[in-house]
């Protein structure tokens, strides 16, 4: 068995004598032993508990919240290690998410021109909005879909989508039902580019959520809730006509 003095622990894990004091005085991490001379030692199973006060830590509890998690009822290490695991995962994903999304803007701004602080003061505003309505794992499917895109992939939509909403637009105006063979066509088009995003009743509920909500985001694709109300019956009519 392995034995260490505060000093080398402190080291070791990259901590100060002085936080290694302080978790003692709260009760959180006792010496198993001392010295000769009176010096604290910490043994092999000190070092799996401090671990553990670490990584209670990361989760985000206080210290006066970790105590009662330290006592015989506490769960196996490997379960501990298993949830923070999943935790560095998770967080391994989001900042791989942010990298795609610095990436496509920082190849944007190399292009300069006057409307870049206005497009990243709006993908700041989007990303923080999208935050509130859907989950962690439900934006990085959404970022996924868009780094299997690429840049191209990318553009080809979006230049379908400026196509697509005045045309949808005018055929509401006009009056035309969803069934008709103009909307028909539409709706097809719509319907293959959704292919390529995320999609289920959970995230057009969220999104109508957020839409409704905030309703310059529509406005800045040139959608009213009007319109999304039209596109989900056309949408809808063409699904089940091929059913």
Request: hydrophobic letters at 40%; zero cysteines; a positive charge.
């Amino acid at each position: 068995m392995n034995e260490y003095t505060v000093g080398d622990l402190a080291k070791r894990s990259g901590l100060t004598v002085r936080a290694m004091h302080h978790y003692e005085k709260l009760g959180l991490l006792q010496p198993s032993g001392r010295t000769d001379a009176g010096y604290r030692l910490y043994d092999d199973g000190d070092v799996q508990m401090l671990h553990r006060i670490l990584a209670y830590q990361q989760m985000g509890l206080a210290l006066k919240e970790i105590a009662p998690l330290l006592g015989p009822d506490t769960p196996p290490l490997a379960e501990l290690l298993a949830r923070q695991i999943s935790a560095a995962e998770t967080e391994l994903k989001r900042q791989q998410n942010l990298l795609a999304m610095l990436r496509r803007v920082a190849k944007r701004a190399s292009a300069g021109g006057p409307e870049l602080t206005d497009e990243l003061l709006t993908l700041m505003a989007m990303r923080r909005t999208y935050e509130r309505y859907f989950s962690e794992a439900e934006m990085q499917q959404m970022v996924a879909a868009q780094n299997a895109l690429g840049e191209e992939g990318l553009a080809r939509i979006k230049a379908e989508w400026a196509e697509l909403v005045p045309a949808l637009r005018a055929e509401m105006e006009r009056g035309s039902k969803p069934g008709s063979p103009a909307v028909r066509k539409l709706a097809r088009r719509w319907i293959a580019i959704g292919k390529d995003f995320p999609e289920s009743d959970e995230f057009r509920r969220k999104g109508r959520e957020m839409f409704t909500q905030h309703p310059e985001m529509l406005k800045r694709s040139g959608f009213t809730l009007e319109l999304f109300d039209y596109l989900d019956r056309v949408v809808a009519a063409e699904k089940e006509r091929k059913a």
